[in-house]
């Protein structure tokens, strides 16, 4: 029988994790798909769930009254989405829609929490990887507030 | 050095504020040859010289194309020239990219906003010997969907199967399809070798900063990485110390300089 453990240990977020923890993740693992146009959460929604991404290209979305739906930051292949899952009170801040069709592995959050409580070790490596992501796009957000191709730049 | 006389023979809008001048010689002037990442002094009769990149194809030297952002006086006056209007041009001046060294290797260009114009001829000779060098990538960050420089060729060269481009946008606006972020995102997943891998690198000094740490991150080496500079050059000969940089001159040792040779120069505050 194949299960999801081969594509999680290659994907970029979790490689070189211990077997031992990536065990406990296929056991919260699910595949799911998004056609284009699909939410995949909405902002104010319970974070239960987040997403490696294993095909496809997802948008972070605000919506705005005046201007609609705008596109903040878009992650594909190879990235990880969301993770107001680790944080209280767990809702989704932002919208997350599929603009193309979109192939991921859905981690429960809820049984990841309870995981990450009975085991530290597990919480400690993911809040790690998590920090690094979260370093990235803080970093990210910080050049694009600079606007550095404008014309003072 | 005096300017050679040019006739304007296009004067063509990219976005809200840039342009593309296409100029032809006079006076029986023969084709300007150039390298890629080259610049020309410009001259507008009456209210100055500015140095703008030369954007065109070295494969077409009896047209010479400069694409640049109408910002100030000269600029701004070069935006409302039209078609047969003279122009002044001295150059080419400064060094290009090594297009000759990047023969059998991938080449990874990341051009950011404006950045794209002297990067263009180095990816029109790429282009024209294909067959030459490895896997060719384009990774192209600008400010929102509206800004994207040579938006038709960039489609063209998205849909050739031998050259691989991306483009983000830093703000999405509405109906806005493509990749959101900063242009580096898109490094650790583009589809080159780094350990084959020559890169060219251009656009604000900032995103070049950020650009060649993320470069060496996926693992180029800092020898294989180029920047272009700009600075406020003047003479273009390296006389008169407007674009000194470090222990050199942009003009006459630059624009294009490999990294490991600068890197210390462009995280100074004041160079």
């Known amino acids: 029988m194949h299960t999801l453990e081969p594509i999680l240990a290659e994907h970029p977020f979790l490689k070189g994790l211990d077997p031992r923890h990536l065990d406990v993740l296929v056991g919260c693992a699910s595949n799911v798909r998004f056609d284009e146009g699909a939410f995949v959460f909405r902002q104010g929604e319970e974070a239960n769930t987040f997403y490696i991404l294993r095909e496809g290209k997802i948008a972070v979305e605000i919506f705005t009254p005046h201007r609609g739906a705008i596109s903040i930051d878009t992650v594909g292949e190879g990235d990880v989405l969301g993770w107001s899952w680790l944080i209280p009170p767990y809702h989704w801040h932002f919208d997350a829609r599929a603009v193309e069709p979109t192939r991921a592995i859905a981690l429960d959050a809820r049984c990841m929490r309870t995981k990450c409580e009975s085991d530290h070790e597990l919480g400690y490596e993911l809040m790690k990887r998590f920090a690094q992501i979260i370093e990235q796009r803080l970093d990210a957000t910080r050049w694009q507030l600079l606007d550095v191709y404008g014309v003072r730049s | 050095m005096f300017p050679d006389l040019f006739k304007v023979r296009q004067v063509r809008r990219e976005t809200d504020d840039t342009f593309t001048l296409e100029l032809g010689p006079v006076n029986g002037r023969g084709p300007f040859t150039f390298a890629a990442g080259q610049f020309n002094m410009l001259y507008v009769r009456g209210i ?31 935006r409302a020239l039209k078609k ?30 404006i950045g794209l114009a002297p990067l ?152």
């Open chain 2, 120 to 271: 263009r001829p180095a990816i029109c000779q790429l282009l024209a010997r294909r067959d030459r060098v490895g896997k060719l990538v384009l990774l192209y960050g600008t400010r929102t969907p509206a800004d994207i420089l040579f938006r038709k060729e960039l489609e063209a060269w998205r849909a050739r199967l031998d050259f691989e481009v991306y483009v983000t946008v830093d703000r999405a606006t509405a109906g806005w399809h493509g990749n959101v972020g900063v242009v580096t995102k898109l490094i650790p997943k583009a589809p080159f070798d780094p350990g084959r891998t020559l890169a060219m690198v251009c656009g604000p000094e900032i995103m070049m900063r950020f650009t060649a740490l993320e470069l060496e991150k996926r693992g180029v080496a800092r020898q294989r990485i180029y920047l272009s500079m700009e600075r406020n050059m003047k003479c273009g000969i390296g006389l008169c110390g407007h674009c000194q940089f470090g222990p050199g001159f942009i003009c006459k040792d630059g624009p294009v300089y490999r990294y490991d040779a600068v890197k210390g120069l462009v995280s100074l505050r004041e160079v």
């Open chain 2, 84 to 113: 047969g209007d003279m122009i002044g041009v001295r150059g080419p001046f400064g060094i290009g990219w090594p297009v000759q060294e990047a023969e059998g290797r991938d080449v990874v260009v990341v051009a950011g906003g």
């Open chain 2, 48 to 78: 100055g010289e500015v140095p703008i990149s030369i954007s065109g194809d070295p494969g077409q030297p009896g047209s010479l194309v400069h694409t640049t952002r109408a910002v100030g006086a000269v600029t701004n006056a070069m």
